[in-house]
């Protein structure tokens, strides 16, 4: 007994972690040495036609600030506000025998919840584009 409590306690040494605390300053040292060195080796020649903005081979036309409709960014987030919630099945998907009825009476609720949200946004005219 006294030799599994003696090996626990050995486990939890602080000096288990000194490859890890290495392994992130190396790679913390890496990076700031690649930023460094590629500012400082790196051509750099700034001209008009380098720092004009580029869209995919497409010719510039007016202001990009331009206001846009509000429309856009609300269906961006009930995206990923919906797409969120559909990731929390999978946990559901994978213990659903262990997880009973108890389990599926959880799921239904969250599914008529979630379905409860999607209506009232429907019902708003959030999703509607002629306006």
């Not at 609720?109 to 509607?128: E, M, N, P, R, S």
Request: charged residues 15%; proline residues 3%.
């Amino acid at each position: 007994m006294q030799f599994f409590l003696l090996q626990a306690n050995a486990m939890n040494d602080a000096g288990n972690y000194l490859p890890i605390v290495l392994q992130l300053l190396f790679a913390m040292g890496l990076v700031t040495l690649i930023i460094i060195g590629s500012s400082y080796l790196g051509p750099s020649r700034k001209t008009a036609d380098k720092l004009q903005n580029f869209e995919s081979g497409i010719e510039i036309r007016g202001n990009a600030r331009q206001p846009i409709a509000v429309k856009y960014f609300l269906v961006a987030i009930l995206f990923v506000l919906f797409d969120v919630e559909v990731i929390f099945f999978y946990p559901y998907a994978v213990n659903f025998k262990e997880l009973g009825w108890e389990g599926f009476i959880a799921v239904v609720v969250f599914v008529a919840l979630f379905l409860t949200g999607f209506i009232y946004i429907f019902k708003k005219g959030a999703l509607k584009w002629e306006e």
